[in-house]
């Protein structure tokens, strides 16, 4: 059956469209159906007459030359249909570009008309058919002086390949352009080199990541066509002939036969991920999109019954691909540079050759990599090879090339082998929408941290953000009073072995003790790395959801940690952990409550809780303060009717120098609202009148201090007005004067305008007066931009919960809420709390990827502590407004059994 233009271009469409499978290539289906397109065009606009030969019967043409373009029988010499780019490779995707060059002699080229007609005979239902394709009319010198002067056209001509037409013009283009960039491959080579090493900064590494960008990322596809171009440079400089480059049968290559079957495979793997997420998403998407990994890996043919695993399992196709693609890559330079991989050492021991990887900081390339598999898959699973490296091993992390021999034992399975309880979780992947790689990877992340900050001297520039070398200095050499560097590394490398149990910290503390048992190490090491295992979420879960002024939490962690060596060592665990989580899991906010907590457990740990004074000798020292800052600035009985109205709580958690600050707004308030009354005497003066006061605590963070008169639903009003700004909330305090005055003081960050902070302030003030007053919905504000199409898109795979902890304040009821980090919530949680007749007395506000969780200290309007029916009511209402209204299973029998 004969196939005709339009049947063929159905036939790029379904080919491309078509599930990948475990072994598919539907690129190289789409990319025949689209050759034989081209070729049928080709042939049908060369079988009508040319606008010249018409000219010429008709008389109209008084030219004598003859029409011998395109009116001769056989393929047309003076014009050639070639593909470029990703097509010229066979590497149709379901939204790749379609590149085209008619490539024409300078005589058809003369003849714009004839050109015209032939290119829009093939190009036109190309466009119609909604296509995205990339064309050219050329002749082979344009070709060649284009390629010199732009980098990617050149790339995409060295993947020129014929389709129809004129040969012999094809093949002149490759000689005269590869042997024009043969001679320059030297710029060509540092050109490309460069724009990888940007491409890497930008998009990540490809074998890392768990959303990875699979053209542009470092050991993706684009790095593969890169060694793949320059090895045909190479080529044609050291003698290859034309013919054979144009075939694809290079000779003269820098990879061995056994390295290109490797990098081939790798080329197909990235490509069918590539086309599987194309197809699911239609869009030229390049980047992994972890929430729909499971609907790619059924496209690939991974089948399972969960479909989480699936998701696994195609990221893991991803990476294994990504692992032969970076190897290769470092193989490759060091090759084109002159400088080759070392010859493997003559044993078949895995160990001596990684432990070269130490020695030499020369990575072990595709043939070694090879040869520790196979060592690998010869060995027993109790060689002794196997146990002396397990006790090796981090004593090898922590050498100048540690981090390299790490790499190359994760990706070679070495680690798989000597710590088997690593491999059940090295593959696992999170979809928290906070981990950015999986849990092997992470666990290398958080040596690379921990080996940093055991370096870090006091004047040092910090190796993460928020935390000053000095500190970090100071935490290292305590830590290392009680721990060896050696056993920070382990607690680092085994943190998270526990995962995926539920409780993953105690897990996990049973699994390292039993990994370092086998391997004989003593019991005090044992000891001390299960300790850091077992509590390595402690400090920043304690920083992040309780009440850091209450020193009952101060004294549950001081309990727990024991000692002020242990203290550092776990801190520097902690930070290590959340840094190598990524970047929403490590920020300033949480580096400063880090810090707060740490140094309030070691003042504790060094001269214990009876150093400090009894409440009320405390209240009257804070008292004291106040009366001293206000010398000067307000007269003493003024100062004593001031501390009157101050709660005590506002005495003793705020500094004296700010107090008196508040004083001296709240004065200012009181005046403005005064004024608004005395202008208008209607009964609504003074409604909503307000006063902002802020201060920079770097890194983006804000302290923003609201002065208003105090009514219900105060606190939803704040929030809803900072939702309208786009302020992220990060802690709120809040404050009731005994005058009626409330002061709350937030602590915010994300300004949509860093530059300008006094405008967005300003508007912030403006919305609280006019949603007080009644002029300004918020609830209908919020809601429209939530219905805009500029949204971000909500977080769907968050469950809602909310529950009452009655073991953190003896003070306040406490709601701890988890819910999707979307537009507003924090919003949607305050109007239920006030819809309920509650009083918000603080928040606490924690961002964990697309997770928020939130913990309200809250009370009754006229004071004291909710009942329990009461309480659990408050958090149902709390889940209920934060999502869909329906607490989960564990949420519920938490809440019911909490004492």
């Not at 789409?30 to 049908?44: K, Q, T």
């Not at 120098?657 to 608004?676: P, R």
């Not at 977080?795 to 980090?821: F, G, M, N, Q, W």
Request: with cysteine; glycine share 8%; hydrophobic share 45%.
């Amino acid at each position: 059956m004969t196939m005709d233009a339009s049947h063929a271009l159905e036939a790029v469409r379904r080919e491309a469209a078509g599930e990948p499978g475990q072994a598919g290539t539907p690129w190289l289906a789409a990319a025949r159906a689209m050759d034989l397109y081209l070729a049928l065009r080709l042939g049908e606009a060369v079988s009508e007459p040319s606008a010249k030969a018409q000219r010429s019967v008709s008389g109209k043409d008084d030219s004598t030359e003859e029409s011998n373009f395109l009116d001769a029988e056989g393929p047309p010499a003076h014009v050639a249909v070639i593909a470029l780019g990703g097509y010229g490779r066979k590497e149709l995707c379901p939204h790749s570009d379609v590149d085209i060059l008619l490539l024409v002699d300078d005589e058809l080229y003369r003849e714009a008309e004839e050109v015209e007609r032939i290119a829009g005979h093939i190009l036109l239902p190309l466009w119609d058919a909604g296509f995205d394709v990339g064309h050219g009319v050329r002749t082979v010198r344009q070709c060649v002086d284009l390629a010199q002067e732009d980098l990617p056209a050149a790339m995409a001509h060295m993947d020129a390949r014929f389709i129809a037409g004129g040969r012999a013009l094809f093949d002149r283009l490759k000689k005269e352009l590869g042997a024009d960039m043969a001679r320059r491959r030297g710029g060509l080579a540092a050109a490309l080199r460069e724009a990888a090493a940007i491409r890497a900064d930008e998009y990540g590494d490809v074998a890392a990541l768990l959303e990875p960008e699979l053209k542009h990322g470092r050991g993706g596809l684009r790095d593969l066509q890169t060694m793949v171009w320059l090895d045909s440079l190479h080529a044609w400089a050291n003698g290859d002939s034309v013919g054979a480059a144009v075939a694809g049968t290079v000779a003269v290559s820098l990879f061995s036969d056994a390295d290109l079957a490797e990098l081939d495979e790798a080329r197909k793997a990235l490509l069918r991920a590539r086309c599987a997420m194309q197809r699911r998403t239609r869009g030229k998407r390049n980047r992994i999109i972890l929430e729909e990994a499971p609907d790619y890996a059924r496209s690939c043919g991974i089948e399972t019954e969960d479909p989480a695993v699936a998701g696994e399992e195609f990221i893991h196709m991803i990476h294994a691909a990504a692992y032969v693609v970076r190897a290769g890559w470092a193989q490759f330079w060091r090759a084109w540079d002159g400088d080759p991989l070392p010859a493997l050492p003559s044993c078949d021991s895995a160990w001596d050759m990684l432990s070269e990887v130490v020695r030499s900081g020369v990575p072990l390339g595709l043939a070694g990599r090879r040869a520790v598999r196979r060592a690998l898959a010869a060995m027993q699973p109790k060689n002794a090879q196997l146990w002396d490296a397990a006790e090796r091993i981090p004593r090898m992390l922590l050498e100048k090339h540690g981090l390299l021999f790490a790499q190359e034992c994760l990706e070679t399975g070495f680690l798989t082998a000597v710590y088997p309880e690593f491999g059940c979780m090295q593959n696992l992947v999170q979809y928290d929408g906070f981990h950015v790689h999986t849990q092997g990877r992470h666990a290398l992340e958080t040596v690379r941290t921990m080996r940093d900050l055991l370096r870090v001297e006091a004047d040092d520039e910090p190796p993460v953000e928020g935390a000053s070398g000095r500190w970090l200095a100071e935490l290292s050499a305590r830590a290392l009073e009680m721990c060896s560097a050696e056993e920070l590394v382990s607690a680092s490398l085994f943190h998270d072995v526990g995962k995926p149990q539920a409780d993953h910290e105690a897990a996990g503390e049973h699994i390292v003790a039993r990994v370092l048992t086998r391997q004989g190490a003593p019991y005090g090491e044992i000891e001390r790395v299960g300790f850091l295992v077992a509590n390595h979420l402690l400090l920043s879960l304690t920083a992040l959801k309780e009440d850091l002024s209450e020193e009952s939490v101060i004294a549950k962690v001081a309990g727990i940690v024991e000692s002020r060596e242990r203290l550092a060592a776990l801190t520097l665990l902690t930070i290590a952990d959340a840094r190598a989580t990524g970047p929403t899991a490590w920020n300033a906010w949480l580096a400063r409550l880090l810090c707060e907590l740490v140094e309030k457990v070691d003042h504790m740990l060094a001269v214990g809780p009876l150093a400090a004074p009894h409440a009320a000798q405390a209240l009257m020292n804070a008292r004291d303060r106040v009366r001293r800052q206000a010398r000067g600035r307000f007269e003493a009985a003024e100062v004593e009717r001031w501390l009157d109205k101050l709660p005590p709580r506002y005495l003793l958690t705020r500094d004296a120098s700010e107090i008196v600050t508040h004083m001296e707004e709240i004065g200012q308030l009181i005046a403005d609202q005064e004024e608004d009354i005395r202008r208008k005497p209607s009964g609504r003066g003074g409604l909503g009148v307000n006063r902002i006061l802020t201060r920079s605590m770097g890194a983006g963070l804000y302290e923003v201090t609201l002065f208003a008169r105090d009514a219900p639903g105060l606190f939803a009003t704040f929030t809803g007005a900072m939702a309208l700004q786009q302020l992220s909330l990060h802690a709120a305090d809040v404050f009731t004067l005994g005058d009626g005055t409330a002061v709350d003081i937030f602590t915010v960050g994300g300004l949509p305008d860093a530059l300008y902070p006094e405008e967005v302030f300003k508007r912030l003030s403006m919305h609280i007066r006019e949603a007080s007053a009644g002029r300004l919905d918020l609830a209908y504000r919020i809601a429209e931009r939530r219905a805009s199409p500029l949204a971000p898109a909500e977080p769907s795979h968050i469950a809602c919960s909310a529950r009452p902890r009655r073991d953190l304040s003896a003070v306040y009821t406490v709601i701890e809420a988890t819910a999707p980090a979307r537009y507003g919530v924090v919003y949607d949680m305050a109007c239920a709390l006030r819809d309920a007749g509650l009083d918000v007395c603080q928040a606490k506000i924690a961002l964990r990827g697309p997770e928020l969780t939130v913990t309200f200290q809250v009370r009754e309007q006229a004071g004291g502590l909710l009942g329990e029916d009461r309480a659990e009511a408050a958090a149902a209402a709390v889940c209920e407004a934060s999502g869909d209204g329906e607490q989960d299973e564990e949420s519920a029998a938490k809440s019911g059994g909490t004492s």
